[in-house]
């Protein structure tokens, strides 16, 4: 009985000693016993924690429901498993909990719960997991090389490169890539290597992390780029081309008005010495102050302008219609502005430009190195260059035959599978029924048997209706390329395999398999050693067999035949991965075969090594025993026996540190003694299992003195063996994918859900200029310029719904004021259930200067197409011009007859008028003469009754006293009064002079005065 209650005192005492979370609940949850790591992991003391609920205190949530787990616990009498509490201080906190049945010395049933807090673990696991398939997923390809050029890592996305390497993890990379790592681990800087593969182009920068040994190449899709540049320069090659021969004159200009770049300026002027001066500083004229206003007003607007503007020069006054445009930065700001002036001075200096080109042009025709010839809708041949002769072999010119039909007497054509090429489908009939291309046909002169290749292109000619009324072809004679062509394509078969496989050994055997070609020969074999002979010359019998089996099958059977083979050489066992291909010529007949022979060696005895080590892995489990200071064990519980795998019975009595077998991180006797001073001893021990497992423990001594006076050494263990290597496992992996974050070329950045930024590698710190220090636990919206942050955290926040970006093109604002473009893609980080999204990390590619380049690319498009347009309407419009200045003078010259005629007539009718005047006023004397002789009163009015003339007896009769005319009627009268011959005085209407005035004729009528 004494035994006993020694026994439990020992197991109370380790329960309370132990780090681990130990208590006991009654089935109705009801806590009774509390150890002291309970409370140093939940804070709740033993007193705020026995008679409380447990799962009430901790806040417990279960994996399945409580009744279930208590079926659980009654039927097999214990569980394992993982569940999530709340501690004191409201931290939520996830562990590894063992639920074990038991029964106390009431018989009353309870639940003994021993707790591990496993929340670190679970987060480092479940970042790591979400890093790994952020790379995983990541569209760019991520690889991990060591110094020997091994690889050790990729992500799905490097598929298309490990493919064309004939690689997988674990091989070494080809030579020539093994060479710039190599440089990289030498010169410790960052390199850029551009790789084509599968029809893309891969940028590859090669980054050195030195402290780990390795380097980390990141990859980026550069194939838009390359395209986009490359049509940028034929853009500009194009534009240039243009500008050269066009007779514009051209000028760019800053906000200053200071030009930056002239062409084809007047000759009063050097191009040259009008670089960065303004146009006031050039001459002071009407025209140049126009012109100097409108780009002003181009600047301030943004809008363009265009006039035509007088200058004077020395040969003349000029007018050029000038064209004046805005020139925008990146961001949409005027940095300047582009001129463009067409000379519209006289017709006449356009038509002699034209004769010119025309005169350039038949240059051009008579010079052409291909043969040029037009042929009629008739199918006569109109007209040919010199090297037309020479192109279908003729002596001279006179001697080229003028119709297709005759043509066919002296040459034959084929297409290029050697079939004859009907009349129809010549390059001439073709393009005769309105097609346009080009062709490849082979050529024979009938009378010399002379053939060469010709590559034809061909285009009907239309009049302005749309008729065709003729054709023109191009020939080149294409002999020299088809056999460079042929020479390529056997050189291409040969290294086409030698650029999927790894490059270690590379041969070419004919038909007999006699070697006809070798590189980097193996086995201690030169190169001339190994050419013209055969494997058995080479190679032990066996060998030389089964590889001579394995070549004349590729030969039969036309397909790829591929084995490892084991050679002997030099006592040593060497095992090779051999690739058979048939080789084939350029009519697809077999022709030998191409060998890859690469050394698998290391390989093969890595994979033994693995297999052995695979075999010694073992399980592990925590222990709890107590040993008095002799060592000898004198309590051993159920978590020790499935740990050791020795009994109690076995363990109890015997010397714990000699069935252990222990290894001590310093000697025992040290140990003991720090234990009698310090009363505890923590460490790392290292034990053997009953069946020969060592197993490395985190152990926890602690001395304590029984009722008895004895000094006992309770020791808890806990298996660290796993953990120990998954922790060294999960911090490389963390390291190392903490520098693949920090190091890649392209800006990475992670926020939570609250928007708020947890992570930000270097690269994005390049790209924005702030530091990570600056930037983490602030809102993501410092990143964006004020004018698309609305738009921008739109997108931001669709991510916190589950959404990820695939190519979403978002602003990024610098700390120097400047926009930058980035294209990024993201992937959400979830919780546990797979649906809460618990951050958001996003990776970007700076498509700053791709965007610049596009816009400049589309500027240079319409600057192209709108200088081709205004060239085409100038010489429309000075066609116009000629017709309408010829229609002008012909109307002048009939205006001018016509005025002539009319001057003629009005000369004429001047005269006549003037004889009539002097007639009239000879009469008009007269008839004055004749008034002024009448001895009787006469009184001449106007149709207004005012008196024009009156003559000398009527002054004296009517007592007139003014001779200034025209006078009013009722002036002269004025005093007389006017009656009938009977005395009845005269109504004003029925005087005789408004009765005259109304058209009636008076004679002889008498009245008194």
Same mark, same amino acid.
């Given at each position: 009985?004494?035994?006993?209650?020694?026994?439990?005192?020992?197991?109370?005492?380790?329960?309370?000693?132990?780090?681990?979370?130990?208590?006991?609940?009654?089935?109705?949850?009801?806590?009774?016993?509390?150890?002291?790591?309970?409370?140093?992991?939940?804070?709740?003391?033993?007193?705020?924690?026995?008679?409380?609920?447990?799962?009430?205190? /901790?806040?417990?949530?279960?994996?399945?429901?409580?009744?279930?787990?208590?079926?659980?616990?009654?039927?097999?009498?214990?569980?394992?498993?993982?569940?999530?509490?709340?501690?004191?201080?409201?931290?939520?906190?996830?562990?590894?909990?063992?639920?074990?049945?038991?029964?106390?010395?009431?018989?009353?049933?309870?639940?003994?719960?021993?707790?591990?807090?496993?929340?670190?673990?679970?987060?480092?696991?479940?970042?790591?997991?979400?890093?790994?398939?952020?790379?995983?997923?990541?569209?760019?390809?991520?690889?991990?090389?060591?110094?020997?050029?091994?690889?050790?890592?990729?992500?799905?996305?490097?598929?298309?490169?490990?493919?064309?390497?004939?690689?997988?993890?674990?091989?070494?990379?080809?030579?020539?890539?093994?060479?710039?790592?190599?440089?990289?681990?030498?010169?410790?800087?960052?390199?850029?290597?551009?790789?084509?593969?599968?029809?893309?182009?891969?940028?590859?920068?090669?980054?050195?992390?030195?402290?780990?040994?390795?380097?980390?190449?990141?990859?980026?899709?550069?194939?838009?780029?390359?395209?986009?540049?490359?049509?940028?320069?034929?853009?500009?090659?194009?534009?240039?081309?243009?500008?050269?021969?066009?007779?514009?004159?051209?000028?760019?200009?800053?906000?200053?008005?200071?030009?930056?770049?002239?062409?084809?300026?007047?000759?009063?002027?050097?191009?040259?010495?009008?670089?960065?001066?303004?146009?006031?500083? /050039?001459?002071?004229?009407?025209?140049?102050?126009?012109?100097?206003?409108?780009?002003?007003?181009?600047?301030?607007?943004?809008?363009?302008?265009?006039?035509?503007?007088?200058?004077?020069?020395?040969?003349? !006054?000029?007018?050029?219609?000038?064209?004046?445009?805005?020139?925008?930065?990146?961001?949409?700001?005027?940095?300047?502005?582009?001129?463009?002036?067409?000379?519209?001075?006289?017709?006449?200096?356009?038509?002699?430009?034209?004769?010119?080109?025309?005169?350039?042009?038949?240059?051009?025709?008579?010079?052409?190195?291909?043969?040029?010839?037009?042929?009629?809708?008739?199918?006569?041949?109109?007209?040919?260059?010199?090297?037309?002769?020479?192109?279908?072999?003729?002596?001279?010119?006179?001697?080229?035959?003028?119709?297709?039909?005759?043509?066919?007497?002296?040459?034959?054509?084929?297409?290029?599978?050697?079939?004859?090429?009907?009349?129809?489908?010549?390059?001439?009939?073709?393009?005769?029924?309105?097609?346009?291309?080009?062709?490849?046909?082979?050529?024979?002169?009938?009378?010399?048997?002379?053939?060469?290749?010709?590559?034809?292109?061909?285009?009907?000619?239309?009049?302005?209706?749309?008729?065709?009324?003729?054709?023109?072809?191009?020939?080149?004679?294409?002999?020299?390329?088809?056999?460079?062509?042929?020479?390529?394509?056997?050189?291409?078969?040969?290294?086409?395999?030698?650029?999927?496989?790894?490059?270690?050994?590379?041969?070419?055997?004919?038909?007999?398999?006699?070697?006809?070609?070798?590189?980097?020969?193996?086995?201690?074999?030169?190169?001339?050693?190994?050419?013209?002979?055969?494997?058995?010359?080479?190679?032990?019998?066996?060998?030389?067999?089964?590889?001579?089996?394995?070549?004349?099958?590729?030969?039969?059977?036309?397909?790829?035949?591929?084995?490892?083979?084991?050679?002997?050489?030099?006592?040593?066992?060497?095992?090779?991965?051999?690739?058979?291909?048939?080789?084939?010529?350029?009519?697809?007949?077999?022709?030998?075969?191409?060998?890859?022979?690469?050394?698998?060696?290391?390989?093969?005895?890595?994979?033994?090594?693995?297999?052995?080590?695979?075999?010694?892995?073992?399980?592990?489990?925590?222990?709890?025993?107590?040993?008095? /200071?002799?060592?000898?064990?004198?309590?051993?519980?159920?978590?020790?026996?499935?740990?050791?795998?020795?009994?109690?019975?076995?363990?109890?009595?015997?010397?714990?540190?000699?069935?252990?077998?222990?290894?001590?991180?310093?000697?025992?006797?040290?140990?003991?003694?720090?234990?009698?001073?310090?009363?505890?001893?923590?460490?790392?021990?290292?034990?053997?299992?009953?069946?020969?497992?060592?197993?490395?423990?985190?152990?926890?001594?602690?001395?304590?003195?029984?009722?008895?006076?004895?000094?006992?050494?309770?020791?808890?263990?806990?298996?660290?063996?796993?953990?120990?290597?998954?922790?060294?496992?999960?911090?490389?992996?963390?390291?190392?994918?903490?520098?693949?974050?920090?190091?890649?070329?392209?800006?990475?950045?992670?926020?939570?859900?609250?928007?708020?930024?947890?992570?930000?590698?270097?690269?994005?710190?390049?790209?924005?200029?702030?530091?990570?220090?600056?930037?983490?636990?602030?809102?993501?919206?410092?990143?964006?310029?004020?004018?698309?942050?609305?738009?921008?955290?739109?997108?931001?926040?669709?991510?916190?719904?589950?959404?990820?970006?695939?190519?979403?093109?978002?602003?990024?604002?610098?700390?120097?004021?400047?926009?930058?473009?980035?294209?990024?893609?993201?992937?959400?980080?979830?919780?546990?259930?797979?649906?809460?999204?618990?951050?958001?990390?996003?990776?970007?590619?700076?498509?700053?200067?791709?965007?610049?380049?596009?816009?400049?690319?589309?500027?240079?498009?319409?600057?192209?197409?709108?200088?081709?347009?205004?060239?085409?309407?100038?010489?429309?419009?000075?066609?116009?011009?000629?017709?309408? /200045?010829?229609?002008?003078?012909?109307?002048?010259?009939?205006?001018?007859?016509?005025?002539?005629?009319?001057?003629?007539?009005?000369?004429?009718?001047?005269?006549?008028?003037?004889?009539?005047?002097?007639?009239?006023?000879?009469?008009?004397?007269?008839?004055?003469?004749?008034?002024?002789?009448?001895?009787?009163?006469?009184?001449?009015?106007?149709?207004?009754?005012?008196?024009?003339?009156?003559?000398?007896?009527?002054?004296?009769?009517?007592?007139?006293?003014?001779?200034?005319?025209?006078?009013?009627? !009722?002036?002269?009268?004025?005093?007389?009064?006017?009656?009938?011959?009977?005395?009845?005085?005269?109504?004003?209407?029925?005087?005789?002079?408004?009765?005259?005035?109304?058209?009636?004729?008076?004679?002889?009528?008498?009245?008194?005065?």
């Amino acid at each position: 009985m004494i035994h006993h209650t020694k026994k439990f005192c020992c197991y109370a005492e380790l329960l309370q000693l132990s780090d681990n979370a130990i208590y006991t609940w009654r089935l109705d949850g009801e806590i009774d016993s509390w150890n002291h790591g309970a409370e140093l992991l939940y804070g709740f003391n033993e007193t705020e924690a026995l008679g409380h609920n447990s799962h009430d205190l /901790l806040q417990t949530c279960f994996p399945c429901p409580l009744r279930e787990m208590e079926s659980v616990l009654r039927q097999s009498r214990h569980w394992e498993g993982e569940l999530v509490e709340q501690t004191k201080d409201g931290r939520t906190v996830t562990v590894s909990t063992k639920f074990l049945l038991v029964y106390g010395e009431d018989e009353v049933e309870r639940v003994l719960e021993i707790t591990r807090d496993i929340t670190e673990h679970k987060r480092m696991e479940n970042e790591n997991r979400s890093l790994t398939k952020f790379l995983s997923e990541n569209p760019n390809p991520i690889l991990r090389l060591s110094r020997e050029g091994v690889i050790l890592y990729t992500n799905e996305a490097s598929g298309a490169l490990l493919q064309m390497w004939d690689c997988v993890i674990g091989d070494t990379v080809p030579e020539s890539f093994y060479q710039v790592v190599t440089e990289t681990f030498i010169s410790h800087l960052e390199r850029t290597v551009d790789i084509e593969c599968n029809q893309r182009i891969y940028s590859l920068n090669i980054v050195l992390i030195a402290d780990m040994g390795y380097v980390n190449i990141y990859g980026s899709d550069i194939t838009e780029r390359k395209r986009v540049e490359k049509l940028l320069r034929e853009s500009e090659a194009h534009f240039r081309v243009a500008v050269k021969n066009s007779n514009f004159v051209l000028s760019q200009f800053d906000r200053d008005l200071r030009y930056t770049w002239m062409h084809n300026p007047h000759p009063d002027f050097d191009a040259s010495l009008m670089i960065d001066r303004r146009g006031e500083e /050039l001459e002071n004229s009407q025209g140049m102050r126009r012109l100097d206003a409108l780009k002003r007003q181009v600047l301030e607007n943004g809008k363009g302008v265009r006039e035509e503007i007088f200058f004077d020069r020395s040969d003349g !006054q000029h007018t050029y219609d000038m064209i004046i445009e805005p020139i925008y930065d990146g961001a949409g700001a005027v940095i300047g502005g582009t001129s463009c002036a067409l000379d519209i001075t006289g017709h006449k200096r356009a038509e002699v430009a034209l004769m010119e080109s025309k005169a350039k042009l038949e240059l051009v025709f008579s010079s052409m190195n291909d043969a040029l010839f037009f042929v009629s809708a008739d199918g006569e041949l109109i007209d040919f260059n010199d090297a037309f002769v020479s192109f279908y072999r003729f002596k001279e010119r006179e001697e080229c035959i003028r119709t297709i039909s005759g043509y066919l007497d002296y040459h034959e054509e084929w297409f290029p599978d050697g079939t004859p090429v009907p009349v129809s489908m010549g390059p001439v009939c073709r393009a005769l029924r309105g097609e346009s291309g080009t062709a490849q046909y082979k050529i024979r002169k009938k009378e010399t048997g002379e053939t060469w290749w010709a590559s034809y292109s061909f285009a009907p000619m239309r009049d302005k209706d749309g008729k065709i009324v003729g054709c023109v072809c191009v020939a080149r004679d294409i002999t020299q390329q088809k056999q460079m062509d042929e020479a390529l394509r056997i050189s291409e078969e040969r290294f086409r395999l030698a650029l999927i496989h790894s490059p270690v050994n590379i041969s070419s055997q004919d038909l007999n398999l006699v070697y006809t070609w070798q590189y980097n020969p193996q086995l201690g074999y030169a190169v001339d050693e190994v050419i013209g002979k055969t494997d058995p010359e080479l190679l032990p019998f066996e060998t030389a067999r089964q590889l001579m089996d394995m070549k004349q099958k590729a030969i039969i059977t036309g397909t790829q035949v591929r084995s490892e083979v084991s050679i002997v050489n030099q006592n040593e066992i060497l095992y090779y991965d051999f690739t058979i291909e048939p080789l084939r010529n350029q009519q697809g007949d077999i022709v030998g075969v191409n060998n890859i022979m690469v050394d698998i060696t290391e390989r093969k005895r890595t994979e033994v090594v693995l297999r052995r080590q695979a075999e010694m892995l073992n399980l592990s489990y925590e222990a709890m025993f107590a040993w008095e /200071l002799n060592g000898v064990v004198i309590s051993w519980n159920q978590g020790a026996q499935r740990l050791y795998g020795y009994s109690s019975e076995e363990a109890i009595n015997s010397s714990g540190h000699e069935l252990l077998k222990t290894k001590f991180p310093i000697e025992l006797d040290k140990i003991k003694t720090m234990l009698v001073q310090d009363k505890t001893w923590s460490g790392e021990l290292v034990h053997t299992t009953k069946n020969g497992g060592t197993i490395t423990v985190e152990s926890r001594l602690q001395l304590i003195q029984d009722d008895l006076g004895r000094l006992i050494v309770l020791e808890t263990n806990r298996d660290t063996t796993q953990r120990k290597q998954a922790l060294e496992a999960l911090y490389e992996t963390t390291n190392y994918l903490e520098n693949l974050i920090d190091y890649a070329n392209a800006p990475i950045i992670v926020w939570n859900p609250n928007f708020r930024i947890t992570r930000f590698n270097h690269a994005f710190e390049r790209l924005t200029g702030l530091k990570a220090g600056e930037v983490i636990g602030k809102f993501l919206d410092i990143l964006f310029p004020e004018s698309s942050i609305a738009d921008s955290s739109d997108f931001i926040e669709r991510t916190s719904k589950g959404e990820f970006w695939e190519t979403v093109e978002i602003p990024i604002l610098r700390t120097d004021g400047t926009i930058r473009t980035v294209l990024w893609n993201s992937a959400n980080i979830c919780e546990k259930d797979g649906v809460t999204v618990a951050a958001t990390i996003a990776q970007g590619q700076d498509i700053t200067e791709r965007k610049y380049a596009e816009a400049a690319l589309q500027v240079k498009k319409e600057e192209l197409t709108t200088a081709n347009e205004e060239l085409q309407a100038q010489q429309e419009e000075l066609a116009a011009a000629n017709e309408e /200045l010829q229609s002008q003078t012909e109307e002048l010259n009939s205006t001018y007859q016509e005025l002539q005629r009319q001057t003629e007539e009005i000369r004429k009718q001047a005269e006549a008028t003037a004889r009539e005047r002097d007639v009239a006023e000879q009469r008009a004397a007269e008839l004055d003469a004749t008034i002024s002789s009448i001895a009787a009163g006469v009184i001449i009015y106007d149709n207004m009754g005012n008196v024009i003339r009156i003559n000398d007896y009527a002054h004296i009769l009517y007592k007139f006293t003014s001779d200034d005319y025209p006078l009013p009627f !009722q002036e002269c009268l004025a005093g007389l009064q006017m009656h009938k011959s009977d005395g009845v005085p005269y109504a004003t209407e029925e005087t005789p002079l408004n009765r005259a005035l109304r058209g009636e004729v008076i004679r002889d009528e008498e009245m008194m005065i």
